[in-house]
Every structure is written in structure tokens, then in C-alpha cells.
């Protein structure tokens, strides 16, 4: 095994990195989230132990994101958390450097582009690729994207959401803004403050998001308890939130969502407007995940629309499988990724 080369697809999240072997598939699916030491600058946890400190740190530890938007926001950081993370993926790693994919928003600069290689590379990376993230989401939901036929992937995440228009294995149109899941998370921080005079946490407001939200009236109007402090007293107090007002509370993010697929869909030519007629839109990511988010687009637009299964794990699913079959890569790629 140490001598067996161990190939590796990453998907890069804001919210989430998953980390994919090929051969083993995925190994990892951890939060991107680093508790750094303010005075050292030493890295004191990673991933879900990280996490559980947001909102419960000491003034010692910091609790930093540092992935924004999809891309790298501090390379130091990054490559810690990442080095953390491929320690607890691959505990016995291989004498052979790795050939790593990486996942990354379809609106990406050059720039960002050689933040997030210079990472791969400080990984031990042989070679590294970087590779849209609805290209590889469409992929990873089993759509055969090298047809000459328009298919259309809606690819919510963490910090962005994704919009492309793929025919003959390439983004005919594409497009992508920083709305996704972290601005639902705000959105519904922002109108509990606004709403209610209460300040909740960030870890608050994605437990509504999950466990009540919906983009659609639900049939049944749920409730859940949040406690937060009250900004008129200051004291901590507790209020029951029903699922109208965190659907309330993320609908201007969901219309956002919507004005960017009706500008791709009135840019798409004629021919490929129809095959999406046909083919319907693909939901992928985790913001897809939102009860009735699938209804809300498909009722909009008068076309079907469907969330991809495990739709989570489709970009870097869609990336492992170009580490079993090259082909579906770009011709430019470089001749010792094979």
C-alpha cells in the first residue's frame, strides 16, 4: 500500500471539505472551520472539533473560517487545516505523491486559481487540476454531460451558488454569487434581531435553517425553541420561531437565486432552452437540501426540477470519478495527471 499511488479529489467548501480517495471513495466530511491560538498562532482544532467551539471560545482561541466564497482567504491557515485533515483521512500515506483535483466555484480568478493549486502543492501533490464545481456536481449526480445536449446545474454551497448551462462536456454559460447557504444562516440571524430584539449564533441560525426552513409553505407550520440575549435587556432569553418566519426570513436570498437563473436561462440559445425543458434543472449541494426549494424553482420557471441524490456529496463525487476516468477532464490538462 505504500507504494500504491493514492489519488485524491478535494472539494474545497466554504461550509464543508470533502476529501475522496480514489479506490476508497470518500474519507472525509468535516467542517471548514480552525481554532487558532491568538497569541501563538498555533492551530488548536479542526473540523467538528473547531466547530463546537464557535460562540464558546475563550479570547485565547479564535474561531476562523478560511475558506470565503468558495476560495482560500488565508493560505496559512488553509494549509494547516488541510494538512490536519489528510492526517485523520489517510493515516498511512504512500510513498507516491498523490495527483490531486481540486473543486472550485465556476466564477474563480487566475488568482484564486493559483492559491488553491499552490495548496494542492504543498500537500505533496505530484500534479494538481482544479475543476469547476458544477461541472464536477454534474458528474458526480450521474448526468452524462459530453452529449450534445443542455443540462443545467443549480449548485448551492456554503458561500456560493453555482449556475451552468453544460453541453458537449463544457459551461456554455455560467454564473455565480455569493448567496448560498451562509447568507441563509445570516438571513435568519439578521431577522431574529430585527424581528424579535434577539441575538442568536451562528450555529443557532443554521439549526433553524435545517430543521424548520423551507422554501416552500410547508403543510404544516413547525415550531422550534431558540434562546439567545435579548438586546433590549441583555439577559439571555428564550422565544418559539415558527417555520413561516425562517422561510420568511430567507426568501430574499431564494429570489436572488432565482433573478440569476432566469439570466442564464434567457442567455441559453434556443436549442438548449428546449433540452432544459426537457432534461429539467439539477439541483446539487447542500443548500439544496432546503424543503421545497426544488417546488419554489419548478413553479417559477414552469420547468421540472429535481435535487440530485446525495446531492452534498455530488462535486466531489463527480471529481473522483475523473481520477477513475481522465477523459472526462480537459484536453489542456497536464500529460503527467495520467
Not at 505504500?2 to 466554504?14: E, M, N, S
Not at 432544459?276 to 420547468?303: C, H, N, P, Q, W
Not at 455530488?314 to 480537459?330: E, F, P
Amino acid at each position: 500500500m505504500l507504494f500504491k499511488r493514492q489519488d485524491i479529489a478535494i472539494d474545497l467548501g466554504t461550509a464543508t471539505v470533502l476529501i475522496y480517495v480514489k479506490g476508497k471513495g470518500i474519507v472525509l466530511r468535516e467542517p471548514s472551520v480552525v481554532a487558532v491560538d491568538t497569541e501563538t498562532g498555533k492551530v488548536q482544532g479542526v473540523g467538528f472539533e473547531a466547530q463546537r467551539m464557535l460562540g464558546r471560545a475563550p479570547e485565547s482561541i479564535t474561531v476562523v473560517r478560511p475558506l470565503k466564497d468558495g476560495v482560500i482567504s488565508d493560505c496559512d491557515i488553509t494549509q494547516d487545516m488541510l494538512e490536519l485533515f489528510m492526517r485523520k483521512a489517510l493515516p498511512r500515506r504512500s510513498l507516491l505523491r498523490p495527483r490531486i483535483i481540486m473543486c472550485v466555484p465556476s466564477s474563480v480568478t487566475d488568482v484564486e486559481q493559483r492559491s488553491v493549486l499552490g495548496a494542492a502543492q504543498r500537500l505533496g501533490a505530484k500534479c494538481s487540476y482544479v475543476m469547476e464545481e458544477p461541472r464536477a456536481a454534474a458528474i458526480g449526480a450521474n448526468i452524462d454531460i459530453n452529449r450534445p445536449h443542455g443540462v443545467m446545474i443549480v449548485d448551492i454551497g456554503g458561500g456560493t451558488t453555482d449556475i451552468a448551462l453544460l453541453s458537449l462536456g463544457s459551461s456554455v454559460i455560467s454564473t455565480s454569487i455569493k448567496v448560498a447557504g451562509n447568507q441563509f444562516d445570516d438571513d435568519i440571524v439578521k431577522y431574529m434581531r430585527r424581528k424579535h430584539n434577539l441575538l442568536i449564533g451562528e450555529r443557532t441560525a443554521e439549526m433553524l435553517k435545517i430543521n424548520i426552513g423551507s422554501a416552500w409553505p410547508r403543510s404544516e407550520t413547525l415550531y422550534s425553541e431558540v434562546m439567545g440575549r435579548n438586546l433590549l435587556t441583555g439577559l439571555p432569553k428564550s422565544i418559539k420561531v415558527s417555520s413561516v418566519e425562517v422561510q420568511e426570513a430567507m426568501q430574499d436570498s431564494f429570489d436572488r437565486i432565482l433573478a440569476e437563473i432566469h439570466k442564464v436561462l434567457d442567455e441559453a440559445p434556443p436549442e438548449l432552452a428546449a433540452d432544459i425543458i426537457e432534461s429539467g434543472i439539477v439541483l446539487t449541494g447542500g443548500g439544496a437540501m432546503i424543503l421545497g426549494l426544488d417546488k419554489y424553482i419548478s413553479s417559477t420557471f414552469g420547468v421540472n426540477c429535481f435535487v440530485a441524490e446525495d446531492a452534498v456529496s455530488c462535486v466531489v463525487l463527480g471529481a473522483g470519478k475523473c481520477l477513475d476516468n481522465l477523459d472526462y477532464l480537459d484536453p489542456e490538462i497536464p500529460d503527467d495527471l495520467y
